[in-house]
C-alpha cells in the first residue's frame, strides 16, 4: 500500500488550472448577443451554443474533456507525468481551436436568424478560458522540460491556427470581424503605422542607446549623471510625456522654422518617436551596461594582453559576451514600446491606438477588442523571437544555458 | 632581455614599487616573490605595459617599452594568469590562435602551430581542439592558457601565479611540463608566486620584494645559503631551511662508489630532500643507488649531506 501510494504525488498547480477552465466554461458567457452595434449583450453559455451547434460539435467537445480528465488523472501518477503533460499540451492546442472554431460557427448562424444586424461578440468566459489556457499550457511546457526553441514553435502553430481560423472566414460572423470587414482599410493603414512607430522608435534607440550604455561602461563616472535622468523620464506617465513633448516641440518649431518642414511638430509622429524613445533608452543602456561589467576581468585582462586593440576587444571579446544580456534588455524595451505605441495615437501619431480609442469613446468594444488583439499578437510574436534568439546566443557565446 | 632601471610606480600615496634596479638575461627563468602587495605582480605588468610605470626606464631587447606601441609590445609578450582568463565563446583551438591571428600569419601556419602546441601540453588535438573552455577541468584550463600565451612564439612569457589556483597535484604536474618547456625551448620567463617551493623548483634566479622594493636576488641556493636578512630567513621558513637546500640537489651530485649499503634502493635522480626521508624511513646511514633505468649506480652515504651543494652551471636539477 504504501509503495502504491508513493507513486502518487500531490495535484499540480496544472490540474487546478484545466479544473478552473471547466467552471469557468460551465458558469460565464462563451458569447454574448446583442441586437446591434450598440446594445449590450445577452450571454450564451457552452451549453446553449452546444444546443444549437449539433450533435458533432458536442461529441467532440465531450471528447476532448473526457481525455482532459484522464489526462489530468495521469499526472498525478509520478511515471506518467511527462507523457501527460505532453498530451494535455496537445489537447490545450485543439480546446482552443475548437472553442474559437465552435463561437465562429455560432456566431454566423445566429447572425443569419438575426438579419445582418445582430452582433454576436467573445464574452468573459471565452477570454478568462484563453487566459487559463495559456497558463496551463506555460505549466505543462515547463513540466515536458522542453527547449526554448520547441516551446517558440508550439506558440507559433497555435497562432497559425488560430489566424488559418480567421483566414478562412470561420469567424467571419464574430462582431470584432465585422467591424473588420467593415474598417479594413483603416485597420491596415493603421497596422503599418504602428509598425512604422514601432521600426523608427528601436532604431532611433539602438543607434542612441547602443554607444550610450558602452560610454557608461567606460566612463563609469557618467551613470551616475544619465542614469537618474533616464530613472526619471520612466516615472512620468506616457500620456503626461506626450503632452508635454507636445508643448516643447511647437515651441522648438517656432524657434527653428526648418524643424516642422521636416516633419518635426508638436502633434504626429515626431513627438511620438521621441517620447517612445526615451522611455526605451533606460532598458537598453542598463543592459548594455551590465552585460559588459559582468565580464570576468580576467577575460578582458587577458585580451589586452594578449595585445588586441580596444577596438578589437569591444569587437571580438567584450559584445559576443555581452550579447545575450544585451538582448533581454532590447527584449523588454521592444515589448514595452509595443504597447507603449497604442497610446501615440492620443497625439495623432496614428496606429492601432487610434482605433481603440475611436471604440473606446464611441462605446464600440467590438472595435476596441480588434485593435487590441493584434497588439497583443505582435507583442508575443517579438517575446517568441526573442526567446529563440536568447537560446541561439547562448550557443553562438559557447555556453550552456544558464 | 628586459631591464629595469630606477623603477618606480606608486598608486596615489601607496608606493606600489620603489627605484627597482632588475635585469633578466635570454633564456633566464626569473621567479619574482614575495608576500601580497609587495610588488611583484605590478612589477610583472609594467613589463607589457598592463600599468605604466612612473619612474625610471624599462627596456625591452634594447629598446624603451615605451617606443613600441601597447598592442605591439604585448604581442611579442606571452601572457598567463592565475584565473586563465580563456575566452568562454572561443573554442580551445581558436583561444590559442589568438595572437598568430592578430600577427595575421597565414591559416595553416596556425593551424599547424595549435596542433603543435596542444601536442606539447599533452591535451591530444582531436579530442580538445573543438572544446569550449567550460568543457575542461581546470587544469586543462591553465594548459590552455599557456599554449595561448606560447601560441606566437613569444620572446618572453610573462606569468602571473599560474598555477596559483590549482590542486596541489595538477600543479606539481604543471610546474614539471613548464620546466620541461623552459629546458626545450630555452624561452626567457618571468614569473609571480608566493609559492616559495614553486619559486625554488622552477626559478633560475628568485627575486624577493618586500614592501615595493628588491630585497634579494639570486639563485636559489645563493639565496638559501647566504639570506640577506631575518625577513628572507622568514619567508624561506626558519625552520626548513636545510631541508629546502637539500631540495636542491640531487643524488646523483653525491653518488659514490661501492655496492655494501643495504636496505631498498634509491633512484639517482631523487632530490636530496627525498633522499634523506629515505635515510630516515629505513634507518640506515648509506643507502644502494639505481639508475633510471634500474640498473646498479654506486650509493650514498648520510653524512656526504652535510656538505655544501655548488651552484650548478647553466641547467640544475632534472625535471623528472
Redesign the interface.
Known sequence: MATAMSHFSKPPSLVILVLAAWLLLANLPLVSLAPNRLLSGQGQSLWQVLETAGALWQAGILTLAVALFVCLVGLCLQNWQKHCAALILILLVFGVWALTALSGQFATVSSTHMGGLGRISLSSGFWLVMLVAWLAANDALRRVRTSTLWASLYWLVVLAGLLGLISCGALDGLSSLKEYANRQEDFWRAFGQHIHIIALTTGVTMVIGLPLGVAIHRHPSWAKRIFPLLNLVQTIPSIALFGLLIAVLAWLGKLFPLLPAWGIQGIGLAPAVLALTLYSLLPLVRSVREGLSQLPQAVTESGKAMGLSNNQLFWQVELPLAFPVILSGLKVMLIQTIGLTAVAALIGAGGLGALMFEGLFSSALDLVVLAVIPIVVLTWFAEAFFMALTAMSHQWTGRVKP | MIQFDNVSKAYGDRHAVIDLNLSVGQGEFVVLIGPSGSGKSTTLRMI?R?VEHDRGRIRFAGREIRDFT??????R?G?A?Q?????????VEKNIG??PR?LAWPKNKIGARVHELLELLQLPPSEFAKR???ELSGGQQQRV?VA?ALAADPEIL?MDEPFGALDPVTRILLQRELKRIHALASKTIVMVTHDIDEALFLADRVVLFKDGRLVQDGSPLDILSHPANDFVVDFLGRAELGIKRLGLGSVREFLRAGDQARGQAISVDLSLREALSAFIVQGQAVLPVVNTNGSFAGELHFSDLLQPLQNPPGDRGDPT
Do not use: A, K
Open positions: 607589457n598592463l601597447p598592442e605591439d609590445l604585448r604581442r609578450m601572457y594568469i584565473s586563465v582568463g580563456l575566452f568562454p565563446h572561443w573554442t589568438t595572437v592578430l569550449y573552455p567550460h592558457g595561448r610573462l
